[in-house]
T-cell receptor
Framework: GDSVTQMEGPVTLSEEAFLTINCTYT??????LFWYVQYPGEGLQLLLK?????DKGSNKGFEATYRKETTSFHLEKGSVQVSDSAVYFC????????????FGRGTSLIVHP | DGGITQSPKYLFRKEGQNVTLSCEQN?????MYWYRQDPGQGLRLIYY???????QKGDIAEGYSVSREKKESFPLTVTSAQKNPTAFYLC???????????FGSGTRLTVV
């Protein structure tokens, strides 16, 4: 079946540091890929997405590129802020025609001033 | 503004009680989902519905029940058969897999 693997957290950074959160996936067909963010006590919010190979999703300074050859969708940001502290989830859907999403386990990001 | 409303935000249940969590959406989305979130375990799918009057079990449906009588509403009942119901419950909708999912703000259920 489909699966999404994210790097273990927590990831702890100082403000203005560069962020990478790794995400790799296993799926049939050509799924769409997503990053969601969850702030404490809240639901998930869609951060960015990419629907086909080589697409780059971007939002609020975050970027991720759909790499079919390495089955990866790594999240990056050039300069993190304290307000970016949250849990980040990588997800896929549309594999084999299914709209049921598959989520990674989430990666906690802690940014210190 | 369109969105998903989950209520209540906090819910306490006594042993042996059934409780119902509400999920209402005004996005006109066809598909609705219920997830359970436990610390360090990500999201686990409980039930989903892709059209009115139809729903399917997810990975952890035992001890839960749902209904989908209206497009806008997808309530989740946590029954007394669910042995460990303390968790954060999230409702989500989508209009299609490529568009991503919209989540509610969640209900935190605690057994007392």
């Amino acid at each position: 079946g489909d699966s999404v693997t994210q790097m273990e957290g927590p990831v702890t950074l100082s403000e203005e540091a560069f962020l990478t959160i790794n995400c790799t996936y296993t799926a049939t067909g050509y799924p769409s890929l997503f990053w969601y963010v969850q702030y404490p006590g809240e639901g998930l919010q869609l951060l960015l997405k990419a629907t086909k190979a080589d697409d780059k999703g971007s939002n609020k300074g975050f970027e991720a590129t759909y790499r079919k050859e390495t089955t990866s969708f790594h999240l990056e940001k050039g300069s993190v802020q304290v307000s970016d502290s949250a849990v980040y989830f990588c997800a896929l859907s549309g594999s084999g025609g299914s709209y049921i999403p598959t989520f990674g386990r989430g990666t906690s990001l802690i940014v210190h001033p | 503004d369109g969105g998903i409303t989950q209520s209540p935000k906090y819910l306490f249940r006594k042993e042996g009680q059934n409780v119902t969590l509400s999920c209402e959406q005004n996005l006109n989305h066809d598909a609705m989902y219920w997830y359970r979130q436990d610390p360090g375990q990500g999201l686990r799918l409980i039930y989903y519905s892709q059209i009115v009057n139809d729903f399917q079990k997810g990975d952890i449906a035992e001890g839960y029940s749902v209904s989908r009588e209206k497009k806008e509403s997808f309530p989740l009942t946590v029954t007394s058969a669910q042995k460990n119901p303390t968790a954060f419950y999230l409702c989500a909708t989508t209009t299609g897999g490529d568009y991503g999912y919209t989540f509610g703000s969640g209900t935190r259920l605690t057994v007392v």
